[in-house]
Each structure stands twice: as C-alpha cells, then as structure tokens.
C-alpha cells in the first residue's frame, strides 16, 4: 500500500507499494540542480533523445525560459536520498500535442529523464513513475496525464506501460517520432490499490 505525506508544502513522500522504497518528490532547484542536471543532459542514454547536450550557460537559458513559463511545473525526484531524476509537467492545451488526440481542458502532459544509468531499467523506473503519478493526481486537478517518449526508447515505453500509461497511437511531431501515452486517475488507482487522491 502507499502512504503518501507532505512533510511540507514543498515535499511529497511516499512508499512504493510493490519495491517499498521511499521516494520523494521536489520542486527543481536551479541553484542547487543545474550542475547535476546538466551533467545528466551530457550521459549518452539521455543526450540523442533531449538534445540538449550543450554548454553550461546555454543550458542555464534553457531552463530559465522553462521555469519562467507559469503553465510548466518542475521537479526532482529522489530514491531515499539519491536523485535520480528530473521531471516536467505542462498543460497540454497550450502545447503542440493536442493536435495529436482529442484532448481535454485539464489534461497534463508529462517529460521525465531518468539521470544515474543503474536506475534505467523496466524495473527500476515503475516506482520512480508511480510516485510521479501519485504527486501529480494528488497536487493538480486533472484526471488524465499524457506523455510522448521517442518510439526509439525501447526501455521507457514497456517501463511507463508497468507504470499505469497506455499506447494510444504513434504520432509524428516536428522533432521526433513518438509514441503518445496516456494514464488515467482512476485507471491508476484501482491497478495501485492506492487510496482516492
């Protein structure tokens, strides 16, 4: 069973309920997880799918436009005390993907990159999602949740499919080929057997 808790308004924790870890999700921080995650964008598992390999400064721009744009939420999340990954969630009604399926008002869409290469892995991603899945429906209203991995992720999409999300279709978008996923509220808890969010 998971039993999340907001220790404050800034962190939300929660057992896994198949792995038992703790993990803990957090606002991003571009004081103290720029370096990290810059160093992330530059390992060879991340760079040909966020193309965002470039110097420190350029980066530092990147993610201050992201952070300035109030429909975009980000976050850290850790595994007990490691992070182990950076996350983005944005309302798919200002975004290019809802031309793709018929979306609704409150959908969110999702981008996530999984940093120490040891936690990329069909097993070791699930609870990382969930936990992810858990803050979101806890924390926004919305009933449904889409992401678009690269179909060329071959361990992403069958991680995110043992996670909670669907194929819905394969889309062409200007910068890649993608398979376009999507996981529901209520779909989510009753295959977690968590408790109503």
């Known amino acids: 069973m998971s039993n999340p808790s907001a220790f404050d308004s800034d962190l939300f924790s929660t057992v896994d309920f198949q792995s038992g870890q703790t993990i803990q999700v957090r606002p991003f921080s571009i004081e103290t997880d720029l370096h990290l995650l810059h160093g992330w964008m530059r390992l060879p ?12 400064e350029e980066f530092r721009r990147y993610l201050n436009r992201s952070l300035s744009n109030p429909s ?17 969630s944005y309302r798919v009604h200002e975004d290019e993907i809802r031309h793709h ?5 409150t959908d969110l869409g999702g981008h996530f990159v999984v940093g120490p290469r040891s936690f990329l892995t069909v097993e070791a991603i699930p609870p990382i999602v969930r936990a992810m899945l858990r803050f979101i429906f806890q924390k926004e209203n919305t009933d449904r949740i889409v992401v678009e991995p690269d179909v060329r992720n071959r361990i992403i999409i069958p991680a995110l499919q043992k996670s909670g999300f669907y ?17 529901e509220r209520q779909v989510f808890l009753d295959e977690s057997h968590a408790e109503e969010v």
Do not use: N, T
């Not at 598992?45 to 420190?56: E, G, M, T």
């Not at 976050?75 to 990954?85: D, I, L």
């Open 72 to 88: 975009r939420r980000h976050y850290m999340v850790h595994v007990g005390k490691v992070p182990v990954s950076y996350a983005m």
């Open 167 to 183: 194929v819905y279709s394969r889309v062409q978008l200007p910068h890649k080929k993608a398979c376009l996923m999507l996981c």
């Open 45 to 56: 598992h991340i760079a040909p799918f966020w193309q965002l390999d470039v110097p420190l």
């Open 101 to 105: 399926y018929p979306y609704r008002e």
